[in-house]
């Protein structure tokens, strides 16, 4: 394969810029829609798929509807934009044109959560996934690490069904994670079940107090709508007895809500779940990413108090 | 006008009024309203059906109001079924006031939330294009419709994308939901809006089939030049022909009592006659 100036390497965007090239090599039905975003991560994928790559501007209404009828004309189209862009700028688009059709249309919503973190509220998407659960045939994918990136991209290409990719910063997790799936189990615990979306979860292991790490059993979650809550998961829920869900997403329509309702149908019910979340803006003030998650308690010391104050309980 | 353009003209009369007494039937039968806008696009939509469109060619009613008119002109082909035409509205019917999805494969999207129409168009004329088909592609809006953003972003994305074998055609009867286009929100001087937008544009009386025969010879040399993307501005009356509804914002909305329908039903005839008559003595 050609080398490709592919110049950011911490933003899960990169890997999905190579993923595309090379899904591209073995797919030619592709076509790549920008909404003018993707300054130094998008040009190697503009170069490998020429005119099947297409900025169409500030202008996502129009480019998701494009994409609804190039699915229709047979061709596999994604489009790219800021994931607040990507969901709700275009949402009517997506349900009518793309979601009731059931057409294989690929939405990539990039900096999910407060990953646009200094540019502030308007580039945040925390309610993207719940626009996204919601609507018909959709199905949502969140990756964690980078090496997500490539496998939830073929996943996503074989898959029929509209999708939604949730992009940001990969999460950099000790030791070995195991590949991409709905549900993962990312390390045992000995008396929290602790389930997450996406890399808000690196959080967890930056706390620096390897006590309470010990505490949790840690499980990502990978898609929605949700998969059957795996035999494993649910022993661990019947043994511990007390579950937290940690999202960089509002309340509503969340992760937290989707697993409460998931467990209570399933009959794997908890004495406890508390569910954390973003919080929005309550200071009225702006930060990085990581400061916004603090603000939060999604992350540093908030998030340690948090969890301490949760296993005193 | 030369004799075959006669010919055509006689048999278009002859099915648009079969479109409309099945329409105006359709309409009574399920009480319902839009009958104004059906009657605005008639023409429109059994000339694209009867005289330009091939077989392979896609067409989308973006003003899905006037869904009982496309049903109409698709059953005259012989694409629908009596019996689904019978069951326009009715419980567990196919044919829904707005077009449906995923159901009729001569509707490839359903329609009715403004705006649609022409991007989705623009991305299956695209994907022809990258399939190397010969296809083209018709979208008929509504002239209310050209308030949404996304129609000004598909005419953009059309016009930088030179998709000439798209066509969109404007119905431009001058009314909106509750009132005249431009005291609501003013789209005049459209043509040249849509010029400066690239667009070559060509404006026909869109209920006179002679009008969009010329309309049609225009494009054919247009698409051998490839020149530009066509835009075809109709003007029309919206509950054209019936002297109660014609031009008026009522007509959009009210179905139609037992005397209103006989008197459609009779005015149709009546001018469908002296058509006949005048088409004789001419020739």
Not at chain 1, 31 to 45: N, P, Q, S
Not at chain 1, 144 to 153: I, K, Q, S
Not at chain 2, 31 to 36: Q, T
Not at chain 2, 200 to 215: E, K, M, P, Q, R
Request: charged share 20%; hydrophobic share 45%.
């Amino acid at each position: 394969m050609r080398t490709l100036p592919f110049r950011t390497a911490s933003a899960m965007r990169a890997e999905f810029a190579q993923a595309m090239v090379a899904l591209f090599e073995r797919r030619k039905d592709l076509v790549f829609i920008t909404g003018d975003l993707g300054y130094m991560a998008l040009e190697g994928v503009a170069e490998a798929f020429g005119e099947r790559f297409i900025n169409a501007g500030v202008a996502e209404q129009n480019a998701v509807s494009l994409a609804a009828g190039l699915a229709r004309a047979g061709h596999l189209p994604w489009v790219y934009s800021a994931a607040v862009f990507t969901v709700l700028r275009p949402y009517e688009q997506i349900r009518n044109d793309v979601c009731l059709h059931e057409l294989p249309v690929k939405l990539v919503g990039n900096g999910g959560g407060y990953a646009y973190g200094i540019m502030g509220a308007t580039h945040h998407a925390l309610e993207d996934v719940g626009a996204m659960r919601v609507l018909p045939n959709m199905r949502i994918y969140l990756p964690l690490v980078a090496a997500d990136v490539a496998r939830v991209v073929s996943t996503m290409a074989d898959d029929p069904l509209p999708n939604y990719l949730r992009l940001g910063l990969a999460a950099k997790l000790p030791g070995t994670v195991p590949a991409f799936a709905p549900w993962r189990k990312l390390k045992p615990g000995r008396s929290r079940v602790v389930i997450g979306m996406g890399p808000v979860l690196q959080g967890l292991y930056e706390l620096g107090d390897r006590a309470l790490l010990d505490e949790l059993e840690i499980w990502s979650v990978g898609t929605f709508p949700l998969a059957d809550i795996p035999a494993e998961l649910a022993a661990s829920i019947q043994e511990k007895r007390a579950v937290i869900s940690i999202e960089e997403h509002y309340r509503a329509g969340g992760l937290g809500e989707a697993l409460s309702h998931s467990l209570l149908t399933s009959g794997v019910i908890p004495e406890s779940l508390v569910c954390l979340h973003a919080a929005g803006y309550p200071s009225g003030r702006y930060g990085s990413q990581r400061w916004h998650l603090a603000e939060s308690g999604l992350s540093g010391p908030p998030l340690a108090s948090r969890l301490k104050e949760l296993l005193r309980a | 006008m030369t004799e075959h353009a006669k010919a055509e003209c006689v048999m278009l009369a002859e099915r648009v009024l079969s479109v409309k007494m099945r329409f105006l039937a359709m309409y009574k039968r399920a009480n319902a309203g839009h009958i104004g806008s059906s009657l605005s696009c008639a023409e429109i939509l059994v000339f694209l059906k009867f005289a330009w469109m091939r077989d392979e060619d896609t067409f989308v009613l973006s003003k899905g109001h006037a869904a009982a008119a496309l049903y109409s002109v698709l059953a005259e082909a012989n694409l629908l079924t009596p019996c689904q035409i019978e069951s326009y509205c009715e419980e567990a019917t196919e044919l829904p006031a707005l077009p449906p999805f995923n159901v009729i494969e001569q509707i490839p999207f359903a329609t009715g939330s403004l705006g649609h129409g022409l991007p989705v168009s623009a991305g299956m004329a695209l994907g022809a294009r990258f399939n190397g088909q010969d296809r083209r592609f018709f979208c008929v809006t509504s002239d209310g419709e050209l308030d949404e953003g996304s129609v000004w972003e598909a005419a953009l994305f059309i016009n930088h994308h030179k998709l000439n074998q798209l066509v969109w055609i404007i119905d431009r009867n001058q009314i909106q939901a509750i009132g005249r286009t431009e005291d609501v929100l003013a789209l005049e001087p459209l043509d040249a809006k849509l010029r400066a937008f690239g667009f070559h544009v060509i404006t026909v009386d869109g209920h006179d089939f002679a009008s969009l025969l010329a309309a049609r010879d225009e494009c054919a040399e247009l698409w051998t030049l490839r020149a530009a993307p066509v835009v075809i501005i109709a003007n029309t009356v919206k509950g054209n022909g019936i002297s109660y509804m014609q031009d008026t914002v009522e007509c959009h909305y009210l179905p139609m009592t037992h005397t209103q329908y006989e008197q459609a039903l009779e005015e149709l005839k009546r001018a469908h006659t002296a058509f006949s008559h005048g088409q004789r003595d001419a020739g």
